[in-house]
Each structure stands twice: as C-alpha cells, then as structure tokens.
T-cell receptor
Framework: DVKVTQSSRYLVKRTGEKVFLECVQD?????MFWYRQDPGLGLRLIYF???????EKGDIPEGYSVSREKKERFSLILESASTNQTSMYLC?????????????FGSGTQLSVL | GQQLNQSPQSMFIQEGEDVSMNCTSS?????WLWYKQDPGEGPVLLIA?????ELTSNGRLTAQFGTTRKDSFLNISASIPSDVGIYFC???????????????FGQGTILTVHP
C-alpha cells in the first residue's frame, strides 16, 4: 500500500514564526501536492510538484512556499505564520498520467497559529 | 479557479436509510471523483467517473457522471454507522486549460449516521 506520511499530527505555533510541514511518500510517485482543508470550503490546492526541484502554484499560494529536494519529500513552508493560516493541511501524491485522480493522502497536520 | 457546489453541507440520518448528495459546476469536467474522509484521516477515493452519463457502483455506493458534464451524484444505500465521515466530490477540467491536471474539490458533505 502507498503510504504518505506527514511528520506532525498537531502543531501549535505563534504568529510570525517560520513553520515547516513535512511530507514523505514511499511509492516513488512523481507528483506531490499540498492542500488545506477548512470547514465549508473543502480542499484547496496550495502548491504542487511534478518532479524534483519543480514547483507550481495552486489556487491559494499566497503566504506559502514549498521545497522538493528529493523525490519522496515535499515540504510546505509558512515564512511568517499568521492566524488565518490555522487549518488542516493535507499532503498527497499520485502517479503521473492522463488523470490525476489517484491521489493518495496523508492523515493531515492540524496547525493552530496563535 | 473553478468552483464546485456540493450539497447538502451536512446530513443526519438513521441507520438503514439511503443517502443522496450531489455536486454542480458552471464549467464542464472530464473526470468526476468521489472521496470519503474518515475522522482523523485523509480522503480516500471511492469512485471515479470518466464519461458523461456513466453510472458506476462500488458496493452500496452508486455514482453518476451527469450528461451535461457539469454535475455528479453519489448515492449510498442502506447506510451503516461506518459510513460516517465527510464526502467530497472532485472534478478534473478538460485538457488545454490552465487548470488541466489539477483537481477542484467540493465543500464536502458531513454525514452522521445514528444507530
């Protein structure tokens, strides 16, 4: 089975802190994604990556950056955390192809910014 | 980006009842997907639909790709307590647009099943 592991289940940070959310997948997938999940808004794509050192903005990239130095690892960075970034963050990976539907999600990181 | 409107937002039902939920969009999609998220977990794919008018079943779940390519429906028959969770629809836009390859998710339907 594909396993997507997010390093923290819960995080509490202070406003202005630099925050790193780590994600590792063990199935050699080229594609990796970061979503945030908020009640009533569903999942919104922050950034994605189709290859090592490659990144593309999703629908809500403001206030975030990403790093993909190795194929299996995709990091989400909050340069200066703000309270409106309190959310559930979900990492996902998939095999490239005509359809991107085979998304495998991690269990999520619930981030609280105080 | 493109918007998906998913309804209802939440449902409270008795065990054994049938459930229906749907997603609509102002834009067409090439693929419609339905995911379920159990409490404390990430979403897991339930059903994928690839052609307009397609009807697909997975156990007690049945989903349909609308003929206009702008909507999709998910039905759950004879609900059981483990059906509890959040159900998301998602769509993949046609090739050639700036959103190709990126899924758009609905807002989610929170399902509660009372024993």
């Amino acid at each position: 089975d594909v396993k997507v592991t997010q390093s923290s289940r819960y995080l509490v940070k202070r406003t202005g802190e630099k925050v790193f959310l780590e994600c590792v997948q063990d199935m050699d997938h080229e594609n990796m994604f970061w979503y945030r999940q908020d009640p009533g808004l569903g999942l919104r794509l922050i950034y994605f990556s189709y290859d090592v050192k490659m990144k593309e903005k999703g629908d809500i990239p403001e206030g975030y950056s990403v790093s993909r130095e190795k194929k299996e690892r995709f990091s989400l960075i909050l340069e200066s955390a703000s309270t409106n970034q309190t959310s559930m963050y979900l990492c996902a990976s998939s095999i490239p192809g005509q359809f991107n539907e085979k998304l495998f999600f991690g269990s999520g990181t619930q981030l609280s910014v105080l | 980006g493109q918007q998906l409107n998913q309804s209802p937002q939440s449902m409270f039902i008795q065990e054994g009842e049938d459930v229906s939920m749907n997603c609509t969009s102002s834009s067409i999609f090439n693929t419609w997907l339905w995911y379920k998220q159990d409490p404390g977990e990430g979403p897991v794919l339930l059903i994928a639909l690839y052609k307009a008018g397609e009807l697909t079943s997975n156990g007690r779940l049945t989903a349909q790709f609308g003929t206009t390519r702008k909507d999709s429906f998910l039905n759950i028959s004879a609900s059981i307590p483990s059906d509890v969770g959040i159900y998301f629809c998602a769509g993949e836009p046609p090739a050639g647009g700036t959103s190709y390859g990126k899924l758009t998710f609905g807002q989610g339907t929170i399902l509660t099943v009372h024993p």
